[in-house]
Protein backbone atom coordinates (compact mmCIF):
# COMPACT_ATOMS: atom_id res chain seq x y z
CA UNK A 1 0.00 0.00 0.00
CA UNK A 2 2.12 2.95 -1.47
CA UNK A 3 5.45 2.01 0.47
CA UNK A 4 7.15 4.14 -1.83
CA UNK A 5 5.42 6.97 -0.18
CA UNK A 6 7.04 6.92 3.12
CA UNK A 7 10.68 5.84 1.60
CA UNK A 8 13.27 8.30 3.14
CA UNK A 9 10.78 10.43 5.06
CA UNK A 10 11.70 11.26 8.44
CA UNK A 11 8.98 10.66 11.57
CA UNK A 12 8.90 10.96 15.26
CA UNK A 13 6.52 8.14 16.67
CA UNK A 14 5.63 8.97 21.13
CA UNK A 15 4.88 6.29 23.30
CA UNK A 16 7.04 3.85 21.17
CA UNK A 17 8.12 1.67 23.29
CA UNK A 18 5.03 -0.37 23.23
CA UNK A 19 1.70 -1.02 21.73
CA UNK A 20 0.29 1.31 19.14
CA UNK A 21 3.70 3.71 18.73
CA UNK A 22 5.93 0.35 18.76
CA UNK A 23 3.46 -0.77 15.97
CA UNK A 24 3.74 2.64 14.01
CA UNK A 25 7.18 2.47 14.25
CA UNK A 26 7.18 -1.05 12.77
CA UNK A 27 5.46 -0.47 9.97
CA UNK A 28 7.44 2.97 9.09
CA UNK A 29 10.81 0.95 9.67
CA UNK A 30 9.13 -1.55 7.21
CA UNK A 31 8.52 1.36 4.74
CA UNK A 32 12.66 2.45 4.99
CA UNK A 33 11.37 5.76 6.72
CA UNK A 34 13.79 7.22 9.39
CA UNK A 35 11.99 6.97 12.71
CA UNK A 36 12.86 8.28 15.92
CA UNK A 37 11.03 6.24 18.82
CA UNK A 38 10.66 8.60 21.37
CA UNK A 39 9.13 7.25 25.12
CA UNK A 40 9.27 7.72 28.85
CA UNK A 41 10.86 4.36 28.91
CA UNK A 42 14.03 5.72 27.63
CA UNK A 43 15.12 1.80 27.62
CA UNK A 44 12.58 0.64 26.17
CA UNK A 45 12.27 3.17 23.32
CA UNK A 46 16.09 2.38 22.54
CA UNK A 47 15.18 -1.82 22.80
CA UNK A 48 12.33 -1.70 20.02
CA UNK A 49 14.94 0.64 18.64
CA UNK A 50 17.55 -1.66 18.54
CA UNK A 51 14.75 -4.27 17.22
CA UNK A 52 13.70 -2.74 14.30
CA UNK A 53 17.53 -1.68 13.52
CA UNK A 54 17.86 -5.90 13.34
CA UNK A 55 14.88 -6.54 11.35
CA UNK A 56 13.49 -4.51 8.54
CA UNK A 57 15.21 -1.94 6.24
CA UNK A 58 15.39 1.54 7.96
CA UNK A 59 17.22 4.20 9.85
CA UNK A 60 15.44 3.93 13.69
CA UNK A 61 16.47 5.19 16.76
CA UNK A 62 14.96 5.46 20.39
CA UNK A 63 15.34 8.59 22.37
CA UNK A 64 13.80 9.47 25.96
CA UNK A 65 11.07 11.97 26.30
CA UNK A 66 8.72 12.66 28.52
CA UNK A 67 5.67 14.72 26.81
CA UNK A 68 4.63 16.47 29.78
CA UNK A 69 7.95 18.35 29.29
CA UNK A 70 7.27 21.09 26.23
CA UNK A 71 10.97 21.89 26.54
CA UNK A 72 12.10 18.32 25.99
CA UNK A 73 10.12 18.12 23.38
CA UNK A 74 11.10 21.07 21.37
CA UNK A 75 14.71 20.01 21.91
CA UNK A 76 13.82 16.57 20.05
CA UNK A 77 11.84 17.80 17.46
CA UNK A 78 15.00 20.32 16.86
CA UNK A 79 17.66 17.71 17.21
CA UNK A 80 15.62 15.26 14.82
CA UNK A 81 15.22 18.73 12.05
CA UNK A 82 18.70 19.63 12.35
CA UNK A 83 20.19 15.98 12.18
CA UNK A 84 18.20 15.37 8.85
CA UNK A 85 17.04 18.16 7.20
CA UNK A 86 13.12 17.88 7.64
CA UNK A 87 10.03 16.24 9.66
CA UNK A 88 7.48 14.55 7.36
CA UNK A 89 5.61 12.67 10.01
CA UNK A 90 4.94 13.55 13.80
CA UNK A 91 2.70 10.38 15.78
CA UNK A 92 1.53 11.84 18.73
CA UNK A 93 1.24 8.87 20.05
CA UNK A 94 1.96 8.71 24.25
CA UNK A 95 -0.54 8.16 26.23
CA UNK A 96 -2.28 7.48 29.48
CA UNK A 97 -5.65 5.66 30.84
CA UNK A 98 -7.77 6.48 33.50
CA UNK A 99 -10.65 4.83 34.70
CA UNK A 100 -13.39 4.45 37.57
CA UNK A 101 -16.57 6.12 39.21
CA UNK A 102 -15.37 10.30 39.03
CA UNK A 103 -16.58 10.01 42.57
CA UNK A 104 -13.37 7.98 43.13
CA UNK A 105 -11.00 9.96 41.22
CA UNK A 106 -8.72 12.19 42.95
CA UNK A 107 -6.87 15.33 41.69
CA UNK A 108 -3.80 13.50 40.41
CA UNK A 109 -5.74 11.23 38.04
CA UNK A 110 -7.65 14.24 36.42
CA UNK A 111 -3.92 16.13 36.54
CA UNK A 112 -2.01 12.89 34.93
CA UNK A 113 -4.08 12.65 32.34
CA UNK A 114 -4.64 16.09 31.24
CA UNK A 115 -0.78 16.21 31.34
CA UNK A 116 0.08 12.87 29.24
CA UNK A 117 -2.95 12.96 26.84
CA UNK A 118 -4.04 16.68 25.98
CA UNK A 119 -0.87 19.05 27.09
CA UNK A 120 1.33 16.35 25.81
CA UNK A 121 -0.17 16.74 22.20
CA UNK A 122 -0.16 20.13 22.54
CA UNK A 123 3.56 20.07 23.09
CA UNK A 124 4.75 17.93 20.04
CA UNK A 125 2.05 20.23 18.17
CA UNK A 126 3.97 23.66 19.42
CA UNK A 127 7.31 21.90 18.56
CA UNK A 128 6.59 20.39 14.90
CA UNK A 129 3.86 22.59 13.49
CA UNK A 130 6.12 25.74 12.92
CA UNK A 131 8.63 23.72 11.44
CA UNK A 132 6.12 21.70 9.14
CA UNK A 133 4.68 25.17 8.10
CA UNK A 134 8.10 26.63 7.28
CA UNK A 135 9.09 24.10 5.24
CA UNK A 136 5.82 24.01 3.46
CA UNK A 137 4.98 20.15 4.22
CA UNK A 138 4.25 17.74 6.99
CA UNK A 139 1.59 15.35 8.53
CA UNK A 140 0.83 15.39 12.34
CA UNK A 141 -0.74 12.18 13.52
CA UNK A 142 -2.75 12.87 17.09
CA UNK A 143 -3.76 9.73 18.55
CA UNK A 144 -7.06 10.38 19.80
CA UNK A 145 -9.93 7.59 20.68
CA UNK A 146 -13.09 5.82 19.67
CA UNK A 147 -14.02 7.51 23.41
CA UNK A 148 -12.72 10.82 21.82
CA UNK A 149 -16.06 10.31 19.51
CA UNK A 150 -18.50 8.89 21.54
CA UNK A 151 -19.60 8.92 25.35
CA UNK A 152 -17.08 6.39 27.38
CA UNK A 153 -18.68 6.18 30.84
CA UNK A 154 -16.19 4.87 33.56
CA UNK A 155 -13.64 6.37 31.61
CA UNK A 156 -14.73 9.91 31.92
CA UNK A 157 -11.31 11.38 32.28
CA UNK A 158 -9.88 9.83 29.58
CA UNK A 159 -12.73 10.48 27.46
CA UNK A 160 -12.18 14.12 27.81
CA UNK A 161 -9.12 14.63 26.85
CA UNK A 162 -9.72 12.25 23.92
CA UNK A 163 -12.48 14.94 22.39
CA UNK A 164 -10.57 17.68 22.95
CA UNK A 165 -7.52 15.85 21.27
CA UNK A 166 -10.11 15.07 18.19
CA UNK A 167 -10.92 18.83 18.74
CA UNK A 168 -7.50 20.31 18.21
CA UNK A 169 -6.65 17.99 15.31
CA UNK A 170 -10.05 18.76 13.15
CA UNK A 171 -9.89 23.08 14.24
CA UNK A 172 -5.78 23.09 12.91
CA UNK A 173 -6.50 20.95 10.11
CA UNK A 174 -8.22 23.85 9.23
CA UNK A 175 -5.76 26.27 9.80
CA UNK A 176 -3.29 24.24 8.33
CA UNK A 177 -4.47 23.38 4.63
CA UNK A 178 -3.26 26.65 3.23
CA UNK A 179 -0.01 26.02 4.53
CA UNK A 180 0.50 22.46 2.95
CA UNK A 181 0.54 21.05 6.51
CA UNK A 182 -1.87 18.12 7.05
CA UNK A 183 -3.10 16.79 10.80
CA UNK A 184 -5.19 13.89 11.48
CA UNK A 185 -6.87 12.44 14.60
CA UNK A 186 -6.21 8.32 15.02
CA UNK A 187 -9.65 7.29 16.84
CA UNK A 188 -9.38 3.80 17.69
CA UNK A 189 -11.77 0.81 18.84
CA UNK A 190 -9.97 -1.73 21.36
CA UNK A 191 -6.75 -2.41 20.28
CA UNK A 192 -4.65 -5.24 21.85
CA UNK A 193 -2.38 -3.13 23.70
CA UNK A 194 -1.06 -3.26 27.35
CA UNK A 195 -3.20 -0.44 28.26
CA UNK A 196 -6.06 -2.62 27.96
CA UNK A 197 -4.75 -4.41 31.33
CA UNK A 198 -3.30 -1.66 33.21
CA UNK A 199 -6.11 1.03 32.87
CA UNK A 200 -4.82 3.49 35.31
CA UNK A 201 -1.01 4.40 36.14
CA UNK A 202 0.24 2.04 38.86
CA UNK A 203 1.54 5.59 40.65
CA UNK A 204 -1.29 7.04 41.33
CA UNK A 205 -3.79 6.03 44.04
CA UNK A 206 -5.75 2.55 43.77
CA UNK A 207 -9.42 2.99 42.03
CA UNK A 208 -11.94 0.50 43.80
CA UNK A 209 -13.78 1.19 40.91
CA UNK A 210 -11.89 1.32 38.04
CA UNK A 211 -12.93 -1.78 34.94
CA UNK A 212 -10.83 -4.47 33.78
CA UNK A 213 -10.26 -2.17 30.77
CA UNK A 214 -10.19 -5.42 28.46
CA UNK A 215 -13.43 -6.48 29.90
CA UNK A 216 -15.14 -3.39 29.49
CA UNK A 217 -14.26 -2.56 26.57
CA UNK A 218 -14.47 -6.24 24.60
CA UNK A 219 -18.38 -6.30 25.79
CA UNK A 220 -19.47 -2.79 24.73
CA UNK A 221 -17.00 -2.17 21.80
CA UNK A 222 -16.02 -5.77 20.37
CA UNK A 223 -12.80 -7.48 20.01
CA UNK A 224 -9.34 -6.10 20.67
CA UNK A 225 -7.53 -5.42 17.08
CA UNK A 226 -4.04 -6.46 16.90
CA UNK A 227 -1.78 -3.21 16.81
CA UNK A 228 0.22 -4.12 13.99
CA UNK A 229 -3.29 -4.40 11.77
CA UNK A 230 -3.54 -0.89 13.42
CA UNK A 231 -0.55 0.76 12.38
CA UNK A 232 -1.21 -0.51 8.80
CA UNK A 233 -4.70 1.13 8.95
CA UNK A 234 -3.27 4.32 10.15
CA UNK A 235 -0.74 4.40 7.64
CA UNK A 236 -3.17 3.62 4.49
CA UNK A 237 -5.14 6.52 6.84
CA UNK A 238 -2.20 9.04 6.48
CA UNK A 239 -1.74 8.14 2.64
CA UNK A 240 -5.59 9.68 1.75
CA UNK A 241 -5.20 12.03 4.44
CA UNK A 242 -8.14 10.93 5.84
CA UNK A 243 -9.27 13.64 8.63
CA UNK A 244 -10.73 11.22 11.20
CA UNK A 245 -8.90 7.56 11.49
CA UNK A 246 -11.46 5.34 12.71
CA UNK A 247 -10.41 2.01 13.13
CA UNK A 248 -11.11 -1.25 13.37
CA UNK A 249 -14.42 -1.21 10.96
CA UNK A 250 -16.43 -2.33 13.79
CA UNK A 251 -15.62 0.44 15.57
CA UNK A 252 -17.58 2.99 13.58
CA UNK A 253 -20.49 1.50 13.99
CA UNK A 254 -21.16 3.10 17.36
CA UNK A 255 -19.60 6.27 16.13
CA UNK A 256 -21.73 6.29 13.32
CA UNK A 257 -24.91 5.82 15.46
CA UNK A 258 -24.22 8.47 18.07
CA UNK A 259 -23.71 11.15 14.82
CA UNK A 260 -26.68 9.42 13.46
CA UNK A 261 -28.92 9.59 16.75
CA UNK A 262 -26.81 11.54 19.86
CA UNK A 263 -29.61 11.36 22.04
CA UNK A 264 -30.19 7.64 21.73
CA UNK A 265 -26.58 6.71 22.49
CA UNK A 266 -26.27 8.70 25.75
CA UNK A 267 -29.80 7.69 26.83
CA UNK A 268 -28.92 4.04 26.30
CA UNK A 269 -25.49 4.48 27.93
CA UNK A 270 -26.62 4.26 31.42
CA UNK A 271 -28.54 1.19 30.92
CA UNK A 272 -25.34 -0.33 29.46
CA UNK A 273 -23.31 0.62 32.09
CA UNK A 274 -25.90 -0.71 34.89
CA UNK A 275 -25.80 -4.29 33.36
CA UNK A 276 -21.66 -4.40 33.48
CA UNK A 277 -21.70 -3.34 36.97
CA UNK A 278 -23.95 -5.59 37.77
CA UNK A 279 -22.04 -8.38 35.97
CA UNK A 280 -18.50 -7.47 37.45
Known amino acids: MGEEHFDGKVAIVTGA ?3 IGRALATALARRQATVVLADI ?3 GAKSAADTLAAGPPGRVSGAALDVRDADAFADLVGRVFNDHGRLDLLFNNAGVGVGGEVTDLTREHWQRVLDVNLRGVVHGVLAAYPLMVRQGSGHIVNTASLAGLIPAPLLTPYAMTKHGV ?3 STSLRAEAA ?13 IDTPLLDNLNPGDLPAVASAPEGRDLLSRTIGKPYPASRLAEDVLEGVLRNRALIVTPRHARVPWRLYRASPRL ?3 TAPLLLRRF ?3 S
Open 17 to 19: ASG
Open 178 to 190: RHHVRVSALCPGV
Open 277 to 279: VNR
Open 265 to 267: VID
Open 41 to 43: DEA
Open 166 to 168: VGL
